[in-house]
């Protein structure tokens, strides 16, 4: 099965609201949409997703560019062989490179007659606990989410913090006060300085029997990340510090994180991230599912991704989807109760709509 076209289309989808956080407020997102044509007249769908500088725009010029040229002519179903290709010849520019992985994942599944998760060994669970993410805001806001969430049956939800430590503060008593059973994790963002202010905000966090915390400090400061967990009570939980495989078994060596946020775009592709997932497994850590926030097709990535994994430990954000106003995909995902189902229809369960494509578009 030869690659016979590759494109990425940049586009932009409005969310209900915009979402505050360390890194800043998000009205919308920017993602790119890959189609992977074949001679066997298949097309597979990915997604490329990223909150950063480039986003999608710059993820369909690194695709266009440069790896549709490298790509086409291929035999689609050598993913590994493929993604290491990419790799060789772009360094990082991960979520570019994912968006063409997972359409490649789509392709294979689709060619077989099955779902991604199948490929990746099966299903080792029937259904996914999820987590939601409140934007920061006034006591009464923050409240207000939380209840909406909770009253659509979520068990898991993380607080935004590291801005002010004082709406911190505020916030999270007033969600347990609220909501005394509930199961709340707390994520700066890299919102804190260094390792001594990390330490103490999370002291004055931990009276409200957080889960977790998510990504204290920069990305880069493993050494920063490795004092904070020896001094808190709380599991750490690595964002930006475990992006790729390498950067994964950095985090071991250096004893950074009691958990990993594994992202399908920041890994390069469902390969790479079930990867990490194996040197978590091997360093006897657990890990949950992160989200940038994608569309549905980057959550359908995830969603396979979530279900063959043995070591997920946590709620995951598996739910990208549900942060935007629409989508530019028909989808096979179900969130009931809080919790994700399994996507059934082969490959990644996705049907590209080309009028929302169109009406979405940003070139």
């Given at each position: 099965?030869k690659?016979?076209a590759l494109?990425?289309t940049p586009v932009r989808i409005?969310?209900?609201?915009a979402?505050?956080?360390?890194?800043?407020?998000?009205?919308?997102?920017?993602?790119?949409v890959i189609e992977?044509?074949t001679d066997?007249?298949?097309?597979g769908?990915?997604e490329?997703?990223?909150?950063?500088?480039?986003?999608?725009p710059?993820c369909?010029?690194?695709?266009?560019?440069?790896?549709a040229?490298?790509?086409i002519?291929r035999?689609?179903t050598?993913i590994?062989?493929l993604?290491?290709l990419?790799?060789?010849h772009l360094?990082r520019a991960?979520?570019a490179?994912?968006?063409?992985e997972m359409?490649?994942?789509?392709?294979?599944g689709k060619s077989?007659?099955?779902?991604v998760?199948q490929?990746?060994?099966g299903?080792?669970?029937?259904?996914?606990?999820?987590?939601r993410?409140?934007?920061m805001g006034?006591v009464?806001?923050?409240?207000e989410?939380?209840?909406?969430l909770v009253?659509?049956g979520y068990?898991t939800?993380?607080m935004?913090v590291?801005?002010?430590p004082?709406?911190d503060?505020e916030n999270l008593?007033?969600?347990r006060?609220h909501?005394?059973?509930?199961?709340?994790?707390v994520d700066?963002n890299?919102g804190?300085?260094?390792p001594k202010e990390?330490i103490r905000h999370?002291h004055?966090l931990?009276a409200?029997?957080?889960?977790?915390v998510e990504?204290p400090?920069?990305?880069s400061?493993?050494?920063?990340?490795?004092?904070?967990?020896?001094?808190?009570?709380?599991?750490?939980?690595?964002?930006?510090?475990v992006?790729t495989?390498?950067?994964?078994?950095?985090?071991?060596r250096?004893?950074a994180a009691?958990v990993?946020?594994?992202?399908v775009?920041?890994?390069?592709g469902?390969?790479?991230?079930?990867?990490?997932f194996?040197i978590?497994?091997a360093?006897r850590?657990t890990?949950i599912?992160?989200?940038?926030?994608?569309f549905?097709i980057?959550?359908s990535?995830q969603a396979?991704?979530?279900f063959a994994m043995?070591?997920i430990g946590y709620?995951?954000?598996v739910?990208?989807?549900?942060?935007h106003?629409?989508?530019?995909?028909d989808?096979?995902?179900?969130i009931?109760?809080?919790?994700l189902?399994p996507?059934?229809?082969?490959?990644?369960?996705v049907?590209?709509?080309?009028?929302r494509?169109?009406?979405?578009?940003?070139?």
């Amino acid at each position: 099965m030869k690659i016979t076209a590759l494109r990425a289309t940049p586009v932009r989808i409005p969310r209900p609201t915009a979402f505050v956080s360390s890194l800043g407020t998000h009205a919308a997102t920017e993602n790119a949409v890959i189609e992977i044509e074949t001679d066997a007249g298949l097309t597979g769908i990915g997604e490329s997703s990223s909150i950063w500088d480039r986003m999608g725009p710059g993820c369909a010029d690194d695709i266009n560019g440069l790896l549709a040229g490298l790509l086409i002519g291929r035999d689609a179903t050598r993913i590994r062989e493929l993604t290491d290709l990419m790799d060789a010849h772009l360094d990082r520019a991960q979520p570019a490179k994912a968006g063409i992985e997972m359409a490649l994942w789509d392709l294979l599944g689709k060619s077989v007659g099955a779902p991604v998760f199948q490929l990746l060994g099966g299903a080792v669970r029937d259904k996914v606990e999820l987590s939601r993410s409140l934007s920061m805001g006034t006591v009464e806001q923050v409240v207000e989410q939380a209840e909406r969430l909770v009253g659509e049956g979520y068990l898991t939800l993380k607080m935004k913090v590291g801005r002010d430590p004082t709406s911190d503060h505020e916030n999270l008593e007033a969600l347990r006060s609220h909501f005394p059973d509930l199961k709340l994790r707390v994520d700066a963002n890299m919102g804190w300085r260094n390792p001594k202010e990390a330490i103490r905000h999370i002291h004055d966090l931990e009276a409200f029997n957080i889960e977790l915390v998510e990504q204290p400090l920069h990305g880069s400061d493993l050494e920063g990340m490795r004092f904070v967990r020896e001094h808190v009570g709380v599991p750490i939980m690595a964002d930006e510090s475990v992006w790729t495989p390498s950067d994964a078994m950095a985090c071991v060596r250096a004893g950074a994180a009691d958990v990993f946020n594994v992202y399908v775009a920041e890994a390069g592709g469902i390969g790479p991230a079930s990867r990490i997932f194996g040197i978590a497994d091997a360093a006897r850590l657990t890990c949950i599912i992160g989200s940038m926030p994608e569309f549905g097709i980057g959550t359908s990535a995830q969603a396979h991704l979530a279900f063959a994994m043995p070591n997920i430990g946590y709620g995951s954000d598996v739910n990208g989807f549900v942060y935007h106003q629409d989508d530019v995909v028909d989808h096979d995902l179900r969130i009931e109760d809080g919790h994700l189902l399994p996507p059934t229809s082969p490959g990644l369960g996705v049907r590209l709509d080309a009028d929302r494509l169109a009406r979405y578009r940003m070139d």
